[in-house]
C-alpha cells in the first residue's frame, strides 16, 4: 500500500498546484462564472505564489481550513477540491499516531491510480479526511453533551466489578523492549494495583492496575509458549511454537484455508473478559505474517467464546524511539481489522516508554463501560 506513495504524492501535489493556478486565473480574469455578481477583491494572502498558497495550507489543521474557506469564493472554491484532500489523505495517515473503526479511510484510497481521480470521483475525500483526522475524532470526543459526563459520573459511584482484558500477540515476545516489564515498573505511567493472581498453565497470568489513580482495570497475558522456551528461541532466533492455538484446515473452493482455535485454558480466559489487547510487532524492518495473525485474532474474538462487541485495542508496538514502524492506518488494512464487527482501535505504542499506551487504555476503559452499561 505505501509502495509508490512518494511518487503518487508528488503528482497530486503538481497537481493540486495546477488547480490552484487555474483557480487563482478565473479569480483574476474576473471571469462572471466565477466571481459573484458584486466582484471580490484579490486578499494578500490569495496574491502569494501557488507554492506558498499549498505550503501554508498544509500546515492548517482542517477546521482551520474550513475557516479559511469562509473567508471568500476563492478560498471556499480551494479547500473544497476533492484533489487538495486527496493529497493530504496520502500524506498525513503515516504521521496519526491512532485510527478506529469509525474513522479508517478505505483502503481504494490509497490504492486508487491519480489518473483516474476527478471532479465526479466516488469519495468525498474532504469529509473522509475529516472524519478520519485525530484531530477532528478528539474534537468530536471533547464535544460530547453535558448529560454524558454527569451519566459517566453517576456511574462511577457505583461499585463494579474491574473490567478484564486479555492481551496476546507477538509483539509481546519479539521486541527488544518488554512491554509487559515496563508496564510493571512504571507507577508514575500506570500504577500496578495488585499482584499476578494465577497462573494458566505457564501461559498467562492476571495483574490489576489503576487508570490515572481511579478506575481499577485487570490485564491478563497470555503468552505463546513458556519463558524458557521464549528465552530459548530468542537464543536461536527461532520462531516458538505457539502453543494456544491449535490449527484446522478447510477446503474454500480450491483452496485450502487455515483456521486457528484456541485451547481449553485460554477459551476460559475469552468466555469471562471484557475486551482484548493484542500487540503487534510495528517494527518495519522485520517480517510480518499479518494473514496469520489476523487468523489468530478471529479465534481469541470468536462470538462462540462470549459477547460479540467487546472491543479490541491493537498497540502497534515497536521496541523504542528511532526503530522505523508502520503506520497506524497501514497496520489496519494489513491486518483487515475493517473486516471485524467489533469497535475496535490502533494506538501507536512505545515499549521502552510506554507512549501511546494510556491512550489507548483509557478508549478500551470507555468501550468496555459502554458495552457494560448497555
Not at 131 to 146: A, F, G, I, V
Not at 315 to 328: A, E, F, Q
Amino acid at each position: 500500500m505505501a509502495a509508490g506513495g512518494a511518487e503518487e504524492r508528488g503528482g497530486l501535489e503538481a497537481g493540486v498546484r495546477g488547480r490552484l493556478r487555474v483557480l487563482r486565473e478565473r479569480w483574476t480574469r474576473g471571469s462572471r462564472s466565477a466571481l459573484p455578481e458584486d466582484g471580490e477583491e484579490v486578499s494578500a494572502l490569495q496574491a502569494l505564489p501557488i507554492d506558498v498558497q499549498l505550503n501554508i495550507m498544509s500546515f492548517l489543521s482542517p477546521q482551520d481550513l474550513c475557516h479559511l474557506g469562509s473567508t471568500s469564493c476563492y478560498w471556499r472554491a480551494a479547500v473544497q477540491d476533492p484533489l487538495l484532500w486527496r493529497y493530504f489523505l496520502l500524506r498525513d495517515p503515516p504521521f496519526w499516531t491512532s485510527v478506529d473503526w469509525k474513522s479508517l479511510p478505505d483502503v481504494e484510497i490509497f490504492n486508487k491510480a491519480f489518473s483516474e481521480v476527478s471532479d465526479s470521483a466516488l469519495y468525498d475525500y474532504m469529509a473522509i479526511y475529516k472524519k478520519s483526522c485525530p484531530q477532528s475524532r478528539r474534537s468530536l470526543k471533547s464535544s460530547r453533551p453535558r448529560y454524558g459526563a454527569v451519566t459517566s459520573f453517576l456511574q462511577s459511584l457505583v461499585t463494579q466489578a474491574e473490567p478484564r482484558f486479555a492481551m496476546f500477540g507477538p509483539g509481546l515476545e519479539e521486541l527488544d523492549d518488554s512491554l509487559v516489564q515496563k508496564m510493571m515498573t512504571c507507577p508514575e505511567i500506570l500504577l500496578v494495583a495488585g499482584l499476578p493472581q494465577r497462573q494458566i498453565h505457564g501461559i498467562g497470568s492476571g495483574v490489576s492496575f489503576q487508570f490515572n489513580n481511579n478506575q481499577k482495570f485487570n490485564i491478563l497475558t497470555l503468552y505463546s509458549t513458556t519463558s524458557v522456551e521464549r528465552r530459548r528461541a530468542r537464543a536461536e532466533q527461532a520462531v516458538a511454537v505457539n502453543k494456544m492455538f491449535y490449527q484446522e484446515n478447510s477446503i474454500v473452493g480450491n483452496q485450502r484455508a487455515v483456521h486457528y482455535s484456541v485451547i481449553a485454558q485460554v477459551k476460559k480466559v475469552c468466555e469471562v473478559v471484557d475486551g482484548f489487547i493484542y500487540v503487534a510487532n510495528a517494527e518495519a524492518h522485520k517480517k510480518h505474517d499479518r494473514q496469520e495473525e489476523l487468523a489468530r485474532i478471529l479465534a481469541m474474538i470468536d462470538p462462540a467464546l462470549g459477547p460479540p462487541n467487546r472491543p479490541l485495542l491493537v498497540l502497534s508496538c515497536i521496541s523504542h524511539i528511532g526503530v522505523k514502524r508502520i503506520p497506524c492506518v497501514y497496520m489496519a488494512h494489513q491486518l483487515q481489522l475493517n473486516l471485524l464487527r467489533q469497535p475496535w482501535m490502533v494506538q501507536d505504542t512505545v515499549a521502552a516508554t510506554l507512549a501511546g499506551l494510556l491512550n489507548g487504555i483509557e478508549w478500551l476503559l470507555e468501550e468496555a463501560n459502554c458495552k457494560n452499561a448497555q
